[in-house]
């Protein structure tokens, strides 16, 4: 019995003690004054302010030793250039309580503005305590002096004019291709005609026929006689351009194909298309070497003498380099995030340019670096690039702009707009490829109204009458 009556008087005693604890934690949860702030603590403020001063400030050393003052009115009449520092109630106790300071960097350093610039990591700014109150507010971010930028300046370049319109295909014009003689150009069109322009005049010289479909890309050889087409009926022609006709045909794509490329020093053909492979062929035998894989259809296709020799731009939005004598890739560019339909080569540099939707970047070659993007966005369809030595790239788009930048900086210093000839729609406005002649000077552009438009750099411009309006962007993107 005595041990049963222990037990009870225990479980009594702890429910009670429970009960008690569960309304108390009710209270404190449930209470109607649990959504206001709780009074403010002083001690800590002084110790987070504190803390933020020594961060801040760490380096700063006082210009003079404090002295100490019983007199209030010496205090209210405290030196000019004392550190002010935001905050409430609390913090003014703190600096009343406290000796004030005149803040410097080093003893050694003469004093200087907000606005002088100087060594990067070093400040010699003097705040003054007194003044009104967006003074009083000013962040530490203030006492960092402006770093110089460090992003290239941009050569000033000439701006460019249309200076002949030049008319004869019955569709879009879709490809260019300049002779190594630079004596004449040759394009493609929807009308399935391939027609050779004299360079110096504009005038038609010839009109080849043989495809049954769009005559979606270009080559001529520098090495042979020969001039390559491919097309949206699914093939390849090889042309001899002293009997004018079709000698070779190569087979083996399952759909159009979009681009054509030669290598510069090896009798091998690249092209790709809607079948979303890059086919390597060898020109003499017609035999199909390689079959270069990507997941969407293949754009833009470039060939170097050195490796990367083959680079291939995609629907998928990656760019491929890849090892031409084993037919495998090298590396995946994954930078862009859509559809990547037009790459070009500088000429000189060990460099490359792609164009897409989402912007135009630039690489180095040959790993494939991401350089920078170009400073401007060009809101279109971006269907054709080119460069030439001098540094001027233009790219085209669907809507008829035809924007030139200069290659060093990705600085846009002209936004050109098309014209389209008298009968066609607006909309027919769009460039689908360009090409500089191999003096750089004259840029032929193909369009949708069924036009050929040449442009050159305006003889009369000078850097007073068009000024360079550059200003250097305020952050990099690494990506």
Not at 37 to 52: N, V
Not at 301 to 321: E, M, N, W
Request: aromatic residues 8%.
């Amino acid at each position: 019995m005595t041990m049963l009556s222990l037990s009870s008087e225990v479980e009594t005693q702890s429910l009670k003690k429970l009960s008690l604890k569960s309304v108390t934690r009710a209270r404190e949860l449930f209470s109607p004054v649990h959504g206001q702030f709780p009074p403010p603590d002083l001690e800590s403020k002084r110790i987070r302010l504190c803390h933020k001063i020594q961060v801040a400030f760490g380096g700063v050393e006082p210009a003079n030793k404090p002295t100490c003052r019983a007199d209030h009115n010496s205090e209210k009449t405290a030196p000019s250039n004392a550190l002010a520092l935001p905050g409430s109630e609390g913090s003014k106790e703190l600096r009343k309580g406290t000796t004030e300071k005149a803040l410097v960097v080093g003893p050694t350093l003469p004093s200087r503005d907000l606005n002088n610039t100087g060594n990067p990591g070093k400040s010699t700014a003097i705040l003054p305590a007194s003044g009104s109150f967006s003074e009083r507010n000013l962040s530490t971010a203030a006492l960092m002096e402006k770093m110089p930028s460090r992003w290239p300046r941009p050569e000033w370049h000439a701006p460019w004019k249309n200076y002949r319109v030049i008319q004869g295909h019955l569709g879009w014009v879709r490809s260019v291709a300049f002779d190594p003689s630079n004596e004449w150009f040759c394009t493609g069109s929807a009308d399935r005609t391939i027609k050779i322009w004299d360079v110096a005049t504009g005038v038609l010289k010839l009109t080849l026929t043989g495809h049954i479909g769009q005559v979606r890309g270009l080559a001529v050889s520098n090495r042979h006689t020969y001039m390559f087409s491919a097309g949206d009926d699914k093939q390849v022609k090889c042309w001899d351009l002293e009997q004018n006709k079709v000698i070779r045909s190569y087979h083996g794509h399952l759909h159009g194909v979009y681009c054509l490329a030669l290598h510069p020093t090896l009798d091998v053909i690249l092209t790709g298309g809607r079948d979303s492979v890059c086919r390597v062929w060898d020109i003499r035998t017609k035999m199909q070497i390689f079959v270069l894989p990507h997941n969407a259809d293949v754009f833009s296709v470039l060939a170097r003498p050195t490796d990367p020799q083959v680079i291939t731009g995609s629907h998928d939005s990656t760019i491929k380099f890849w090892d031409l004598r084993f037919g495998k890739s090298m590396l995946d560019i994954t930078n862009h995030k859509k559809t990547v339909r037009t790459m070009a080569l500088h000429p000189k540099e060990n460099a490359f340019v792609s164009a897409s939707a989402d912007n135009i970047k630039k690489f180095s070659l040959p790993k494939g670096e991401f350089c920078h993007n170009m400073l401007s966005l060009q809101r279109d369809t971006i269907n054709a690039v080119a460069v030439n030595e001098d540094g001027v790239m233009a790219t085209g788009g669907d809507k008829g702009g035809l924007w030139f930048w200069d290659w060093k900086s990705g600085h846009n210093f002209q936004q050109a707009e098309t014209i389209v000839q008298p009968g066609s729609l607006e909309s027919e406005a769009g460039i689908y490829a360009a090409c500089y002649d191999r003096t750089g000077s004259r840029l032929v552009t193909c369009e949708a109204d069924k036009t050929i438009k040449m442009w050159k750099e305006d003889e009369n411009a000078t850097p007073e009458t068009h000024p360079l309006n550059f200003k250097p962007p305020k952050e990099i993107r690494r990506f």
